[in-house]
């Protein structure tokens, strides 16, 4: 399974999953004219797209969605609480309820050849998600917004050969930011976001041999910012005994505002 960003941060995400014959999306959180960019730039025709999976309803992450819809009407693959919250979105606009089919945490379903198991996280949402894919020769996983991570969590996304992870904000940047305490509060929470150095340690307990591509993705613009990123998520993995360049692992920061390629 190839993973590409099309773009991830706290203003907007949208995610590539797929092989040879099978394109899906995580989520579509730009415009239509951004995602078919980046569609074009990684080289997939957005007709091409079989469905879109989303992980929770907040805007960064469904801001596109209607009006794709309305030009490629595809499947949307989403938590029955996730799908009511997109449906009472007024500003998406007028959507064809009928492409909506709802999922569970926990329950695999089969498109093809493909398994896509959506699993339960942690975030200030209706009923937040994150997705696997697995098409029997290799499994892609994507995981962004969720403040913290269990065993069960880990154990959901081993075995990725590519991986987009979280990894929103640096600690120290946050507390001295403009922010309001409480926003402060809640991106700390068990139900926010994860720092670089969380962010770390989960990809040390997830990384296994197959792993190869490592996406860090959703930064904060305000707390944030790439090298820091890389660096701390690059440290945490040494000190855990993980040498990107040894392991032959590509990590890379996934842009704001560009498609990102590991393959």
């Known amino acids: 399974m190839k993973l590409a960003s099309i773009g991830s941060g706290s203003s907007g995400n949208c995610i590539y999953v797929g092989n040879e014959k099978d394109h899906y999306l995580v989520d579509a959180g730009f415009s239509r004219k951004r995602i078919l960019d980046g569609l074009s730039k990684i080289g997939v025709q957005p007709e091409k797209i079989k469905g879109i999976f989303v992980t929770h309803e907040h805007m960064d992450h469904i801001s596109g969605l209607g009006v794709f819809l309305r030009k490629y009407p595809v499947p949307v693959f989403a938590t029955g609480k996730t799908i009511d919250a997109i449906l009472s979105t007024g500003s998406l606009g007028k959507m064809d309820a009928g492409l909506f089919h709802s999922i569970e945490a926990d329950r695999p379903i089969r498109l093809g050849d493909i398994k896509v198991e959506a699993s339960a996280i942690l975030h200030d949402a209706a ?38 992870v979280e990894s929103n904000h640096d600690l120290n940047m946050l507390m001295v930011g403009p922010y309001p305490y409480p926003l402060k509060r809640r991106i700390m929470s068990n139900t926010g976001h994860l720092s670089n150095e969380r962010a770390g340690q989960f990809l040390s307990k997830v990384i296994g041999k197959e792993c190869r591509h490592i996406y860090l993705g959703h930064l904060s613009k305000e707390n944030n910012y790439s090298e820091l990123a890389y660096e701390a998520v690059k440290i945490e993995l040494l000190i855990h005994n993980i040498n990107l360049e040894k392991e032959n692992i590509i990590m890379k920061v996934a842009s704001r505002t560009e498609p990102t390629i590991a393959w």
């Open 127 to 164: 009923d937040p998600v994150c997705y696997t894919f697995t098409d029997g020769q290799s499994k892609a996983g994507v995981a962004t917004d969720f403040g913290t991570f269990d065993d069960y969590l880990v154990e959901k996304m081993k075995g990725c050969e590519s991986l987009l």
